[in-house]
């Protein structure tokens, strides 16, 4: 059982340059969504998406992207990547927003450092 | 708006003792109420939820939640705590309420159990 599987798990980049942050789940999970970790500040949603090419905002969209073309993928990109977004990034998903499916699954987390 | 908050940064418990990590939200409506644990350099884990039904909850590994509605609470519960509990623990609420709002997540709070 894969679950939710992030990759890479640590990635470094300098300010200015772009990169993606790729998720998949094999789960068949309707509801997928980003968030990201500081300390201190608990999890903040990025990005989210429902089902296949239906995505979101969360609370902290500014200087990311997300589209879902599949069920199985949602990937994040950097445009341009900031000292700000030095951060651990989780992807999770749910078999439904709401109701009794509606705890998340995450992945093991990728930690970006923007130099 | 929906909140949480999570009033204590670090809780240190000797092995055997009972614990308590305190949860408090906020919604408009109902809340959809989980606790979730994340152990070093992993993703998060769901340890329980409330929707509706007893205010007892229990999850995984003896963890218990007390949903108390006229204090807003939501506190997480062991009669016997491990060392292997020590761990970050997270509390987070959603508005039953309002389909589109996303899962808001405490701030966190490290659980030391010591032997």
């Known amino acids: 059982n894969a679950g939710v599987t992030q990759t890479p798990k640590f990635q470094v980049l300098k300010t200015g340059q772009s990169m993606t942050l790729q998720c998949a789940q094999d789960?068949?999970?309707?509801?997928m969504s980003w968030y990201r970790q500081d300390p201190g500040m608990g999890l903040r949603l990025i990005h989210y998406?429902?089902?296949?090419?239906?995505?979101d905002q969360g609370e902290v969209p500014n200087g990311y992207n997300v589209s879902r073309s599949t069920t199985e993928d949602f990937p994040l990109r950097l445009l341009s990547a900031a000292p700000s977004q030095t951060s651990v990034y989780f992807c999770a998903s749910s078999y439904s927003l709401f109701g009794e499916g509606g705890e998340l699954f995450f992945g093991e987390g990728s930690r970006l450092t923007v130099l | 708006a929906q909140s949480v908050a999570q009033p204590e940064d670090q809780v240190n418990v000797a092995e055997g003792n009972p614990l308590t990590v305190k949860c408090t939200y906020s919604v408009s409506g109902n809340p959809y109420l989980f606790w979730y644990v994340q152990y070093p350099n992993r993703g998060l884990q769901f340890l329980l939820k409330y929707i509706t039904g007893d205010n007892l909850v229990k999850g995984s590994y003896g963890f218990e939640a007390e949903f108390n509605k006229s204090q807003t609470s939501f506190h997480l519960k062991k009669p016997s705590a491990l060392v292997s509990d020590s761990a970050l623990y997270f509390c987070?609420?959603?508005?039953?309420?309002?389909?589109?709002?996303?899962?808001?997540f405490g701030s966190g709070t490290q659980l030391t159990v010591l032997p």
């Open positions: 987070a609420v959603r508005d039953m309420r309002v389909r589109t709002r996303q899962l808001t």
């Open positions: 789960m068949n999970h309707e509801y």
């Open positions: 998406s429902v089902g296949a090419g239906i995505t």
